[in-house]
């Protein structure tokens, strides 16, 4: 059986992380590179944002940005937000990774291991703007504030920025996050000097609600070509990976393709539309290692079949099965096994 393959577009990431810059400026991009560069492998990912010219990553956790860190070398941010062990914030000290704080109890300790270290830390303190995914409370937000300062004045840390993480689901939430945030700004600023990153907006935000951005914008989905579920299509933006199977048999006359659940292929997504060389057909059945397309005129073992793409072959994107399987894009590309061969195209 050969193996599926995701091709990346090498040429098309560059775009779209161009039409994101367009879109946001002055707002400078952060690319997200969680969960493998949103499976697109964060190697291949981060050295092609360099070459566009990003120079902020926003890594999640510590251990990625590390390996973004070897990857690209001391002229990049790379921001990692969730909480972490004091070893691993050791070492986010030693490899200059700014460090995305939720809880004063995690300030605490990344003030005691600067302290130890005499390295001084670069905190993004961040306020809960009503998401309840890690945040200082409004409440606790002036204390948080004064520790931050305090530890700053003894040379332990540097309050680089200010950030938050909103739902994206309304646009009246969203703006009542957006107080509770510009309030935290505010009052961060009162203590000394205002940071310089304030950071709340992710891809659809970013692009829809200009007067949300900050001055900078953490964007993982739109640069991968990823729309939002239930979203429109957007200017300048496609898919960056197309999946694709070869027909290994004809059986009872539809073609037999080598891509199956075991590769990550919801089965769920019997019936949808994919990409042949004679454009879209049914996908009529997902098995776990094999699943049946439609025939088509001429069709042949060694035929390609495109699971998900930019639509060059009839295909439909990653986030239109998703949809139909009521979740998101990211879900379809991040869940493929190792079995299915990352090909990077120009
Ligand atoms: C995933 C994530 C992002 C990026 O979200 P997209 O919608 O993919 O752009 C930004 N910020 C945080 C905190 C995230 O977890």
């Known amino acids: 059986m050969t193996r599926p393959e995701l091709r990346l577009s090498r040429g098309t990431f560059r775009a779209n992380i161009a039409a994101v ?12 590179l969680k969960d493998d560069a949103y499976g697109h492998g964060s190697r291949w990912a981060v050295e092609t944002a360099m070459q566009a010219g990003v120079e902020w990553f926003g890594s999640y956790d510590i251990r990625t940005a590390l390996n973004v860190r070897r990857i ?27 460090l995305g704080v939720g809880t004063i109890a995690y300030l605490r300790r990344i003030i005691a291991r600067a302290a130890a270290l005499g390295a001084p830390a670069r905190v993004h303190l961040k306020i809960d703007t009503g998401l309840h ?7 606790d937000w002036a204390d948080a504030v004064a ?27 969203d703006d009542e996050a957006q ?40 964007i993982g989905a739109f640069c991968y070509g990823i729309r939002s579920a239930d979203g429109p299509e957007l200017d300048g933006i496609r898919p960056v990976a197309s999946l694709s199977a070869l027909v290994e048999d ?24 994919v990409g042949t060389p004679a ?29 998900f793409g930019a639509g ?14 009521d979740t998101v894009g990211e879900e379809i590309l991040t869940r493929l096994s190792p079995r299915v061969r990352r090909v990077v195209l120009a």
């Open 21 to 32: 810059r367009d879109r946001i400026a002055p707002s400078a991009l952060m690319l997200v």
């Open 133 to 139: 995914r890690n945040g200082v409370l409004p409440e």
């Open 179 to 218: 107080a509770v945030f510009l309030d935290a700004v505010r009052v961060a600023g009162e203590s000394g000097t205002t940071p310089a990153f304030v950071h709340l907006t992710a891809s659809a935000a970013s692009w829809w609600r200009p007067e949300l951005r900050g001055t900078v914008s953490r």
């Open 72 to 98: 690209a070398g001391g002229d990049v941010r790379i921001f990692a937000w969730a909480t972490s062990s004091d070893d691993e914030i050791d070492e986010a000290l030693a490899r200059d990774i700014d």
């Open 147 to 173: 520790e931050a300062r305090d530890a700053e004045r003894l040379g332990h840390l540097e309050l680089v920025g200010i950030w938050s993480h909103i739902a994206e689901a309304s646009d009246a939430e």
């Open 250 to 273: 004809i059986v009872d006359g539809d073609a037999v393709i080598s891509i199956g659940s075991f590769d990550g292929l919801p089965s769920t997504l019997a019936g949808m539309p």
């Open 279 to 307: 454009g879209s057909r049914a996908l009529r059945a997902i098995g776990q290692t094999t699943s049946v397309v439609e025939a088509w005129p001429g069709m042949a073992v060694g035929d390609e079949v495109i699971l």
């Open 312 to 325: 060059d072959s009839g295909e439909v994107s990653a986030t239109t099965l998703a949809e139909r399987i």
